[in-house]
T-cell receptor
Framework: AQSVTQPDIHITVSEGASLELRCNYSYGATPYLFWYVQSPGQGLQLLLKYFSGDTLVQGIKGFEAEFKRSQSSFNLRKPSVHWSDAAEYFCAVGADDKIIFGKGTRLHILP | NAGVMQNPRHLVRRRGQEARLRCSPMKGHSHVYWYRQLPEEGLKFMVYLQKENIIDESGMPKERFSAEFPKEGPSILRIQQVVRGDSAAYFC?????????????FGAGTRLSVL
């Protein structure tokens, strides 16, 4: 069955520090992978997507993610976080006519 | 070009009442998806509709829930005889093309509270 696992429920980093959010997926075919961000009380905003080609994809707000087929992973990274990055981050895989989401990782930023 | 519009943003209902959630897709998008987000959970797929057709309702509860996307007007998610467990955020998304490989654009959601 298709699934997405985000092993970290909460992550806390200091402002200016680097960030990596983990994501593993289970999908039989070539995956279409997404990272979305949700600020409190808001909808979801697409950060980046991977469909094919270069396995390192760049997104908005300085985020990037790397697709590793051998590890079934699609980790999200940012070299230096800002206080405004505090939010919940969802990894997702496109499957048939729907998107399957992980449970999310809530990012906290220390001043 | 306005994004996906959902209303109301917040909805309070008493147990046993009906809840109607509306979603207007982005202009030019004919594919609409509804997702539910329970507290501390990710979004779970409910239903996928095209104009006047339900394509996939595999995530819809078998009873009390229904969805439509008429030829004219917004898509409606209807919950009859609401119970406390229906309290959640309901998100609508739209896309110009079908399939999970296409980007879905999300609305801001409707937060349903059942008293």
């Amino acid at each position: 069955a298709q699934s997405v696992t985000q092993p970290d429920i909460h992550i806390t980093v200091s402002e200016g520090a680097s960030l990596e959010l983990r994501c593993n997926y289970s999908y039989g075919a070539t995956p279409y992978l997404f990272w979305y961000v949700q600020s409190p009380g808001q909808g979801l905003q697409l950060l980046l997507k991977y469909f094919s080609g270069d396995t390192l994809v760049q997104g908005i707000k300085g985020f990037e993610a790397e697709f590793k087929r051998s590890q079934s992973s699609f980790n999200l990274r940012k070299p230096s976080v800002h206080w405004s990055d505090a939010a919940e981050y969802f990894c997702a895989v496109g499957a048939d006519d729907k998107i399957i989401f992980g449970k999310g990782t809530r990012l906290h930023i220390l001043p | 070009n306005a994004g996906v519009m959902q209303n109301p943003r917040h909805l309070v209902r008493r147990r046993g009442q009906e809840a109607r959630l509306r979603c207007s897709p982005m202009k030019g998008h004919s594919h609409v998806y509804w997702y539910r987000q329970l507290p501390e959970e990710g979004l779970k797929f409910m239903v996928y509709l095209q104009k006047e057709n339900i394509i996939d309702e595999s995530g819809m509860p078998k009873e009390r829930f229904s969805a439509e996307f008429p030829k004219e007007g917004p898509s409606i998610l209807r919950i009859q005889q609401v119970v406390r467990g229906d309290s959640a955020a309901y998100f609508c998304a739209s896309s110009p093309l079908p399939g999970g490989e296409n980007i879905q654009y999300f609305g801001a959601g409707t937060r349903l509270s059942v008293l």
